[in-house]
């Protein structure tokens, strides 16, 4: 008798079930280590080494376990061959759609980024199936790089901007789109161009702070705040190494906590919210600036202390969005208490300048008294981690989960 590959969670108390479970379990643990032997994956999920064994068997089969050919001795009996994730075979692919931007990743079982594809574009204000039909075309490039390398993706997913749920994106003030259904959209368009594969979606800085969560966050946090600078201002939160999602899937939305009530009008009905003082359009408003300039010009002159023409403005420019930055801030870091603060997208390059100027107003308004200029709290993000990758990585996330679901059976002991 053999259980058939559903793709359901596997009950735990029937055999095939449990061998189901193990074997995610083995995958994840070669997968977390980068390299181990079958006597160390053993001892660390409390198995014995004939099981293992056939599990590792069961795995190398189905295309997602491979020998290093490197051995390892110290420890009682044999020396032992290093098992890694497959380099070929199951993939993850992330789409992330951004305001002035589409970008497709592809990342191999082992976590490396094997393909990256951006294509420029001004989609705010655009047809919802314009753009979406945008990301499939550039998606359909990834797919076929994949094929000729040997990788097989077992799903792509969507990063995007604004409140996303089941597929949905209910409300993205800087695209201009409300209750598009773009996972569904975007399903259609691949199917179109002759590809088909499951879509997931989820919100940009939820899937860069996963990103960054998998990649290594500052000081190996588990717990911390995500902030991504883009057109607008993202959000997310990681508690004990688990995003913090909410009762609707919408939290983290940081960008629109009012930090002025007086302030000026905001894209999403309200006023005087953070976006509308450290998103890229005001702060390049700000410091007098063409919204063709860019971030990158706009750090120059930040970072300018010739006294060139524009350099003052620009400096005030990013010292106020960090003032701002550091009050939304402070009601998070009183609320949820994180290890660290992670700066993310452009804050990157104007973190020299915009994180005093924060640091300055969590040191006076955080109540623990943790948060003081020089703490470290306040850190930047690591370049291995962004919403594409994030993106392809929750694909990953569940291959790994139920390896049966993508490839395999297994058999009743």
């Given at each position: 008798m053999r259980a058939e590959s559903t793709g359901r969670r596997p009950g735990r108390t029937d055999a095939p079930g449990v061998r189901r479970l193990?074997?995610?379990?083995?995958?994840?643990?070669?997968?977390?280590?980068?390299?181990?032997?079958?006597?160390?994956?053993?001892?660390?999920?409390?198995?014995?080494?004939?099981?293992?064994?056939?599990?590792?068997?069961q795995l190398m089969a189905a295309g997602f376990v491979a020998e290093s050919g490197k051995t390892f001795s110290g420890q009682a009996g044999r020396p032992g061959t290093a098992l890694t994730m497959a380099r070929t075979g199951h993939a993850g692919l992330g789409v992330s759609v951004d305001v002035d931007a589409l970008t497709v990743c592809l990342v191999d079982l082992a976590g490396t980024e094997r393909l990256r594809l951006t294509e420029a574009g001004r989609h705010a204000g655009a047809d919802p199936r314009a753009v979406l039909r945008d990301a499939a075309l550039l998606t359909g490039r990834a797919l076929r790089t994949a094929a000729?390398?040997?990788?097989?993706?077992?799903?792509?997913?969507?990063?995007l901007p604004g409140l996303v749920a089941e597929g949905v994106v209910r409300q993205a003030p800087n695209l201009g789109w409300n209750a598009v259904p773009a996972a569904e959209l975007f399903a259609q368009a691949l199917r179109e161009d002759g590809a088909q594969l499951p879509v997931g979606s989820d919100n940009e800085a939820n899937s860069a702070a996963l990103a960054q969560l998998w990649a290594g966050a500052p000081g190996g946090a588990r717990t911390f705040v995500y902030l991504?600078?883009?057109?607008?201002?993202?959000?997310?939160?990681?508690?004990?190494?688990?995003?913090?999602?909410?009762?609707?899937?919408?939290?983290?939305?940081?960008?629109?906590?009012?930090?002025?009530?007086?302030?000026?009008?905001?894209?999403?009905?309200?006023?005087?919210?953070?976006?509308?003082?450290?998103?890229?359009?005001?702060?390049?408003?700000?410091?007098?600036?063409?919204?063709?300039?860019?971030?990158?010009?706009?750090?120059?002159?930040?970072?300018?202390?010739?006294?060139?023409?524009?350099?003052?403005?620009?400096?005030?420019?990013?010292?106020?969005?960090?003032?701002?930055?550091?009050?939304?801030?402070?009601?998070?870091?009183?609320?949820?208490?994180?290890?660290?603060?992670?700066l993310g997208g452009f804050y990157r390059e104007l973190a020299d300048r915009l994180a005093p100027a924060a640091e300055r107003e969590l040191q006076r308004r955080v109540v623990s008294g943790l948060w003081g200029a020089g703490s470290g709290r306040l850190s930047t993000a690591s370049p291995a981690g962004d919403a594409a990758r994030g993106a392809a990585g929750q694909v990953l996330r569940r291959v790994l989960a139920d390896p049966l679901a993508y490839g395999g059976t297994a058999s009743v002991p």
């Open positions: 193990n074997l995610s379990r083995v995958a994840r643990a070669v997968h977390d280590e980068a390299e181990i032997t079958r006597a160390a994956v053993a001892e660390r999920l409390g198995l014995t080494r004939a099981a293992v064994s056939s599990l590792v068997d000729r390398e040997g990788l097989a993706p077992a799903g792509v997913d969507l990063a991504s600078g883009d057109i607008g201002v993202g959000g997310a939160v990681v508690l004990d190494g688990e995003l913090l999602r909410g009762a609707h899937g919408f939290a983290g939305e940081i960008g629109h906590l009012v930090v002025d009530p007086n302030g000026p009008d905001c894209r999403c009905g309200s006023r005087g919210c953070l976006e509308r003082y450290a998103g890229q359009d005001a702060l390049l408003q700000a410091a007098g600036m063409d919204p063709g300039d860019g971030i990158a010009v706009l750090a120059r002159r930040a970072a300018d202390d010739s006294g060139a023409p524009g350099a003052r403005h620009a400096r005030d420019a990013v010292e106020r969005a960090g003032t701002m930055l550091g009050i939304a801030l402070s009601g998070a870091v009183n609320l949820l208490d994180p290890e660290t603060v992670v």
